[in-house]
């Protein structure tokens, strides 16, 4: 075992998260809580759309045993996390208007801040400066990196295991540099909430004896999932005590960031809001392209693994910071370029299949596994 790290905490964490899907699966059809399928939903089946709710029951199971300390900032995380998961659900069940749920995430933010203490202070760091601080505008910047951050998870939810994957391997990252910090608050926060989504995928990924998921995080679990890694990213790189660069907390998350960043601005430009739904996003085009749901969580969760690494290996070689935060500017940049003709994106991922393929070959599946639970 590494040394630092809370190990049974994490475990018991994981083993509610798991208990409770199990417990809440039977239950979805009474309780209504149920994704059907219509519009861009894809998915085959009714499914219970619980996965949220059991995650935020291991966080919280966990913290009132007393196993982690319940402190103010504790209570804060579990407050916000709370309330995000509760508005989730309304969301799930009625499909509340972006005016009701953008509010409901800022006042997440504040908690965070307010009660919390958790907030961007700094960014100096991002462009190779010693000191930048914020001021006045630190509230209101941390604010909208929060809200981006659990809109990014959740358009990133559109298939069987992508957004959990992401997630699962943005944490390990997460907790494997506060380890390396020396920041085992991080790392503990990391590996317990990793174990939490590590426990929601065995319902939500798909198995050779399983052509379909059983369960759906909903737009509850995706809020509570990107407040996560808002809370985790901040507290990582605003410790004066261990430093570590937002910039490499940026690539953590490049694949929800970079798409939610490049549809946002395509919707702009074209005067549609931002909030509305469409099929443009990553996930839909690599489904066109011939990517089943599970080889796109892998090959999405290995891009951002490898990236993360390399990024932070380069840190240790003293590549400086703005030259890492262009790549990553350069690389939205790219993908807006690849994505404004569809087909040329299409031409572009099959290349990519290609590729996946000769180092996975392709099995052969029902044509309900092909489809992906468009969220």
Known sequence: MIAGLDWPVALSAAAVTWFVQWLLHPLAPRLNLLDYPK???????????????????????????????????????????????????????????????????????????????????????????????LGVLSMPFTVFATVGLINAINMSDGADGLAGSLVLTALIMLTAAGLYSGNLRVANGGMLLAGVVAA????????????????????????????????????????????????????????????????????????????????NHMHHMMRDAGFGPMRKALVLSLVTALCGLLVGEAMRWDVPYPLLLALFVLMCAAWYWVTGKRERAIRFLRRVLALTVLVVPRRTVKKSDELDSVA
């Open 39 to 133: 519009g861009r939903k894809d998915h085959a089946h009714p499914t219970p759309i619980t996965g949220g709710l059991a995650m935020l029951a291991g966080v919280l199971v966990v913290g009132f045993s007393s196993l982690i300390p319940m402190d103010q900032s504790a209570i804060a995380f579990m407050s916000a996390s709370s309330l995000l998961v509760v508005v989730g659900l309304l969301d799930d069940l009625y499909d509340l208007s972006w005016k009701l749920r953008i509010p409901a995430q800022v006042v997440a933010a504040l908690i965070m801040i307010y009660v919390g203490g958790v907030q961007v202070e700094q960014i100096g760091p991002v462009f190779g400066l010693g000191e930048l601080s």
């Open 200 to 279: 929601f995928l065995t319902f939500n990924f798909r198995f050779p004896w399983r052509d379909k998921a059983k369960t759906f995080m909903g737009n509850a679990g995706s809020a509570f999932l990107g407040f996560v890694i808002a809370w985790l990213a901040f507290r990582l790189t605003q410790s004066p005590e261990h430093p570590v660069n937002p910039v490499l907390a940026l690539w953590f998350v490049m694949i929800p960031v970079m798409d939610c960043l490049v549809v946002m601005l395509r919707r702009l430009r074209v005067r549609q809001s931002p909030f509305i739904a469409d099929r």
